[in-house]
């Protein structure tokens, strides 16, 4: 009887060997999937010579070395999705990232180190905005949301010494409709030039960030474009837990629509909405770029913080990327982010009581000038600011002996990276013109500050 079919019950075990099949007469059209797997494959069994030069590996399974083999790989490669690497991971040639390894962090001041203003600042209601006695480079803005303190806390999560806190002293549960309690940190244009908004390659970032509140449910965070034309998108987040801190990560679509100005004026501004009127959640979050619309702005937010006096609100560890993914927060020295703020801030500040301001000189009996240089080139020329302290600066001369003054009289030549201050008011009138003097402020309460903020 004739045999159309040939079983593998008729063949003996061993009876086709390797040599018996002819070259590339076996493909994987032959192969049923799943027919062979790793326990029918000998150890080595497989090298380079028998893999073709493109190979797939499924996703959902895994690749391993084990014992002291080594795993390489020729040519160019692109590993698409997530790896992880447990032990050491050694690369011979270039590692190029797609997003940086320093400096992923546009945020200055997100661990909330600096606080040059000072740590704390009460009273603060009624229509209130701007950089208050609390963590450089965040502004603080209100309006008819109750009575708050903020300050620079100790609170912070693991890893962080300090958050920014926002707390309630007097509240007010019924907001009116133009309400507002929000926290920003905004940013000069030239420093936001790698994002290519305004193109149709707008990159895609990440914001990050600790929060820990007495409060849950959702709040919405905002990037607002302030530009040729008003523009803002929205995302929210949720706090899970009261009393805890919870990281959070958010991510935004570039702009493709309007550029950021290579200058040092403000382009963006990243807004946390703490409390809203309806003018500003009556509409549809907008989730993609827009231009402005005030109530698409935080809409879904689910709490007042002012609703209730002690509730509050911390927040650190604010981090701003590349790409769609937070990192570890990039943790910066004190000076690094200090020597950052102060081109913003600059604040000469009587720890001791005893702070040298500068060498002057008596332009006439009357008048001491005294050259201020700034620590880094200020954004732009400042505003002078001075608190008026009673006997709060002295100034020191060997020959007419030791003046004291409540404060000062103006600013000259003011420019990014110095000043001249000058007081007309305590001299002894015993000075010649062109004499020297030392000056120091002679008060814990005396200050003289430069504000260059956006």
Known sequence: MALDKITTGIIADDAVTAAKIVAGAVGTSEIADGTVVAADIGADAVGTAELANDVTISTSGNIATTGSGTLTVAGTSTLTGNATASGNLTVTGDVIPSTPLSHRNIVINGAMQVSQRGTSEASISGTSTGYKNAPDRMWFGTRA????????????????????????????ASLAANSYLQLSTKFEGQDLQHLKYGTSNAETTTLSFYVRSNLTGVFPVELEGTESTN????????????DTWERKEVTFAGDTSVASDNDNGQAISIIWWLASGTNYTSGTLASSWQNMDSADRAVGIANNLGAGTTNDFHITGIQWELGSNATPFEHRSYGDELARCQRYFYQLTSDDSSQFVGLGGFYNATQLEVPVTFPTTMRTNPTFSSASVTNGYSARNEDTGND???????????NKRGVMIYTTSGMNGSASVGQTARVYTNNASSSIAFSAEL
């Open 404 to 414: 004291q003054f409540d404060g000062w009289t103006g600013v000259a030549g003011v």
């Open 145 to 172: 949301t109750g009575t708050w303190t903020v300050s620079q806390s100790t609170e912070a999560p693991e890893g962080f010494g300090t958050s920014y806190k926002v707390y309630n002293t007097t509240a007010d």
């Open 231 to 242: 523009r803002h998108i929205s995302k929210t987040y949720t706090i899970n837990t009261a």
